[in-house]
């Protein structure tokens, strides 16, 4: 399993960036992948994820609710987060994560499952935001 993530950067208050991960080494298509995000001295944070089967379900931590979109493209097995109204709370590392051994489906039970076990994470990819 093989995750890496692109696309990150530095912004001011209130800019956009688009997050990319492509994905490679198991079954893309019927997987849930996430993007979760560490700032220093802070603990990682689920941030969204969604199911890539036919589901399409997705879910999305309080603090970026309305802000974040998560979205998939199977044919390049790739997952997507766009960042808007950046704030400069949303400054810190963000990762792409899954684990083909827990599929199951987008919501807070996937987060807390992906905290649990070893997974398989990106390299990270850094978000300043200044104010």
């Known amino acids: 399993v093989q995750l890496v993530e692109s696309g990150g950067g530095s912004v001011q208050t209130g800019g956009s960036l688009i997050l990319s991960c492509v994905a490679s080494g198991f079954t893309f298509d019927d997987s849930v992948i996430g993007w979760f995000r560490q700032a220093p001295g802070k603990e990682r944070e689920g941030v969204a994820c969604?199911?890539?089967?036919?589901?399409?379900?997705?879910y999305y931590g309080d603090s970026v609710k309305g802000r974040f979109t998560i979205s998939s493209d199977n044919a390049k097995t790739s997952v997507y987060l766009r960042l808007n109204n950046l704030k400069p709370d949303d400054t810190a590392v963000y990762y792409c994560?899954?684990?083909?051994?827990?599929?199951?489906?987008?919501?807070?039970?996937?987060?807390?499952?992906?905290?649990?076990?070893?997974?398989?994470w990106g390299q990270g990819t850094q978000v300043t935001v200044s104010s």
């Open positions: 994560a899954t684990d083909p051994l827990y599929p199951g489906f987008a919501g807070p039970l996937w987060f807390e499952t992906l905290a649990g076990v070893a997974g398989y």
């Open positions: 969604i199911s890539t089967n036919d589901d399409g379900r997705v």
